[in-house]
Structure formats: structure tokens, C-alpha cells
Nanobody, 123 residues
Framework: VQLQASGGGLVQAGNSLTLSCAAS????????VAWFRQAPGEEREFVAF????????YYSDSLEGRITISEDNAKNTVTLQITSLKPEDTAVYYC?????????????????WGQGTLVTVSS
């Protein structure tokens, strides 16, 4: 499965942004999907997770309240909305998926990765 993350860019602090993760195969609709981010010089960190029955979403404690993950099976995509952006949200955002149904924040357990989309938040 090939994933394509998009929607990043330069935004001013306080604004919102919606990132999209599109997949090349319909099997993506049965994958669990997560978003991660990696700031310069930092490790990749978990942002959000969604089970593909749409019943379970989990968020990073540091971002909860400002992020929403959702799925659009008709478009074979998963989106991540981030509101009230802060300069410290600046990072490359990656979507990842795996074929099992378990929730995890561990980077190494995700089988498929998009190339990342850069979000830069100016103050």
C-alpha cells in the first residue's frame, strides 16, 4: 500500500490546517491509521490514531483538544485537522497504516508510511 500525505504548508499561528492521507489500494480502508510528526532534531512522535470502523480514535495528550482524525472511505483517505496552530507544531507530518486492528503509538509497528508533509507555523 502506498500512502500519500498532503496538505502541509506555511501557516500563521492560530490558524487551522487539514492534512490528508490518501492510499493507492482499497485495502487501506481496513487498515488502522495513525499520524506522527517529526520536528528537526527530534524523534518521531505519535499524534493521532483511528480504527477503521471509526469507533476508536486516540490522540496525543499534548495535542488533544486541537486535533481531529477522521476517515473518508469513499475517497480512501484519512484526514487530520489541527486547530489553533502553534510554532511548536512545526514538523514533518507522516501518516502510517497497518493491517491489524490494534491501537499502538509505536512507530516500528506500522507497516506502511507516507513520505511526509511539512507544516511550518510562523509566529
Amino acid at each position: 500500500v502506498q500512502l500519500q500525505a498532503s496538505g502541509g504548508g506555511l501557516v500563521q499561528a492560530g490558524n487551522s490546517l487539514t492534512l490528508s492521507c490518501a492510499a493507492s489500494e482499497r485495502s487501506f480502508n481496513s487498515h488502522t491509521v495513525a499520524w506522527f510528526r517529526q520536528a528537526p532534531g527530534e524523534e518521531r512522535e505519535f499524534v493521532a490514531f483511528i480504527s477503521r470502523n471509526g469507533r476508536n480514535m486516540y490522540y496525543s495528550d499534548s495535542l488533544e483538544g486541537r486535533i481531529t482524525i477522521s476517515e473518508d472511505n469513499a475517497k480512501n483517505t484519512v484526514t487530520l485537522q489541527i486547530t489553533s496552530l502553534k510554532p511548536e507544531d512545526t514538523a514533518v507530518y507522516y501518516c502510517a497504516s497497518k493491517s491489524d486492528t490494534y491501537y499502538t503509538t509505536r512507530v516500528t509497528l506500522y507497516e506502511y508510511w507516507g513520505q511526509g508533509t511539512l507544516v511550518t507555523v510562523s509566529s
